[in-house]
């Protein structure tokens, strides 16, 4: 069965700190999506990064960065020099192909919260 | 150009009463899903209809949640008799389309379903 594991509740870190959000994922699927998305205290979904699971190269957005790894079915997300403005609960997802729906299945959520 | 819009934003209800949520999603987009945010299940997926076809209703919790789409466009979200278990954001999100390949989902801010 497919499944997203987020095992940080939550985090708090310092500003400029770097910060690094775990994700782990279970399907049986070898076709499939993963997606990060930061949820502000205004309540709306925001998406940040997608993936397919035949890429598994690395990337960069500004200071945030993406560690997708399937021999450990992790896919990481570190944010470089951290800011107030990063504070929020950020929600690793999956996506199988098999299913025809696409429906997003979500890890629990990290709340991070980053002080000044 | 406009985003997903749903309405109300906020609802307050008494238990055991019926509540509809309304989703406009972006004009265009065939596929509409409804997702349920509450804070013992997280992020969950509900229920996908894409263009005509039957929709996935494999995450609807029970018989008392319908929702239909009219007119390929704007879906309402049924809840009837409801009960307290059933206080949650309700997310809707659509795409353009299902098919064979992954469309980003949008998400609209929601509604705030609280059950007295």
């Known amino acids: 069965a497919q499944k997203v594991t987020q095992a940080q509740t939550e985090i708090s870190v310092v500003e400029k700190e770097d910060v690094t959000l775990d994700c782990v994922y279970e399907?049986?699927?070898?076709?499939?999506?993963l997606f990060w998305y930061k949820q502000p205290p205004s309540g709306e979904l925001v998406f940040l990064i997608r993936?397919?699971?035949?890429?598994?190269q690395n990337e960069i957005s500004g200071r945030y960065s993406w560690n997708f790894q399937k021999s450990t079915s992790s896919f990481n997300f570190t944010i470089t020099a951290s800011q107030v403005v990063d504070s929020a609960v950020y929600f690793c997802?999956?996506?199988?192909?098999?299913?025809?729906?696409?429906?997003?299945?979500f890890g629990s959520g990290t709340r991070l919260l980053v002080r000044p | 150009g406009a985003g997903v819009s749903q309405s109300p934003s906020n609802k307050v209800t008494e238990k055991g009463k019926d509540v509809e949520l309304r989703c406009d999603p972006i004009?265009?987009?065939?596929?509409l899903y409804w997702y349920r945010q509450s804070l013992g299940q997280g992020l969950e997926f509900l229920i996908y209809?894409?263009?005509?076809?039957?929709?996935?209703k494999s995450g609807l919790p029970s018989d008392r949640f319908s929702a239909e789409r009219t007119g390929g466009s704007v879906s309402t979200l049924t809840i009837q008799r409801t009960q307290q278990e059933d206080s949650a954001v309700y997310l809707c999100?659509?795409?353009?389309?299902?098919?064979?390949?992954?469309?980003?989902?949008?998400f609209g801010p929601g509604t705030r379903l609280t059950v007295l």
């Open positions: 999100a659509s795409s353009s389309s299902g098919g064979s390949t992954y469309n980003e989902q949008f």
């Open positions: 209809f894409q263009g005509n076809s039957a929709p996935d």
């Open positions: 997802a999956l996506s199988e192909v098999g299913d025809s729906s696409y429906k997003l299945i």
């Open positions: 399907t049986r699927d070898t076709t499939y999506y």
């Open positions: 993936r397919n699971s035949f890429d598994e």
């Open positions: 004009s265009g987009h065939t596929a």
